[in-house]
């Protein structure tokens, strides 16, 4: 290998995850984790093991029922919500396992994002039931109430559909583009594309700092912002670039020229 092959830097692990490619045992691994994390959520809301487990690990929950007959699913309007941004992530995340992603996403790799995924969201259902942390408006019996009395959950939830959007979409625009034969060998500087290299990235920051906004008020929103933005900035870009650096040389460079922000545009 030539001396200063940055494809050295990376990880065995992570130069696998760039393989082009169909894994149907990851995908459908993939698909059942993630569809799993429904009903268990909504179980964690429903049955009381939420609440229960808050206490279990010394909490004190909300005072405000969590179910009630005023939603079709039996939940109190905040927490149809709550459940209601897990299933908008789980189907924005399958439509992209199986109708979008060309890389091959193996069984073990595919484990771990659900998990991940599962943890959080676990997570920000726990919070919700927490008296400290809850958003939960001390009455909000209706979606009128709700949305009223709490402009934070407004906020958040307008910040999770914002960024579960912009990661949808451009996810689209970049494989349409990849479909054109006259694209062959080029990397997508279109649409969103054309306003950040890893705007994707953007897009899930965004999208799980408004579901913990929701879930949790402005400060967990804040920090889980904070957290992945720096993880992406941190680890995952210099990653992909780094593979992109090597893979792609001086139509790398030019990309770098047309589109100067790396997450999100006019900021980083």
């Known amino acids: 290998m ?23 045992a990851g995908n459908a691994l993939f698909t059942i984790l993630r569809l799993a994390d429904l009903p268990f959520q909504y179980y964690l809301l429903s049955s009381g093991l939420g609440l229960r487990a808050v206490r279990k690990l010394g909490g004190t929950t909300i005072s405000s029922p969590v179910t009630s007959p005023a939603t079709a699913i039996g939940l109190s309007p905040y927490h149809t919500l709550v459940f209601g941004l897990a299933v908008g992530s789980a189907t924005k995340q399958i439509y ?10 193996d069984p073990g790799f595919s484990t771990m994002v659900a998990v991940y995924n599962t943890v959080l969201n676990t997570l920000n259902t726990l919070l919700s039931l927490w008296a400290i942390s809850s958003n939960r408006p001390a009455f909000a019996d209706t979606w009128g ?7 934070t959950v407004v906020f958040g939830a307008a910040l ?12 689209v625009q970049r494989k349409r583009f990849k479909q054109n034969p006259a694209n062959k060998g080029k990397l997508c ?16 920051t965004l ?12 400060p967990w929103g804040v920090g889980m912002f904070a957290f992945l933005a ?10 992909l ?9 001086e139509h790398w460079r030019q990309v770098k020229k047309e589109v100067p922000y790396k997450l999100f545009p006019y900021v980083y």
Request: glycine content about 14%; charged content about 25%; some cysteine.
């Open 2 to 24: 030539e001396k200063g092959d940055t494809r050295q830097e990376l990880p065995s692990w992570y130069q696998d995850t760039r393989k082009k490619g169909i894994s149907v």
């Open 96 to 105: 992209w396992c199986l109708g979008v992603a060309d890389n091959k996403f």
């Open 145 to 151: 109430e709700l949305f009223a009395s709490n402009s």
């Open 160 to 171: 999770y559909g914002l960024g579960l959007w912009t990661e949808w979409w451009c996810e």
């Open 189 to 204: 500087t279109e649409g969103l594309f054309g306003l950040a290299r890893n705007i994707n990235y953007g897009g899930y």
């Open 207 to 218: 999208w799980r700092a408004g579901y913990s906004i929701v879930c949790a008020g402005l």
């Open 230 to 239: 720096g993880d992406f900035a941190g680890r995952a870009i210099p990653y």
């Open 241 to 249: 670039e780094t593979y992109l650096a090597k893979k792609y040389e």
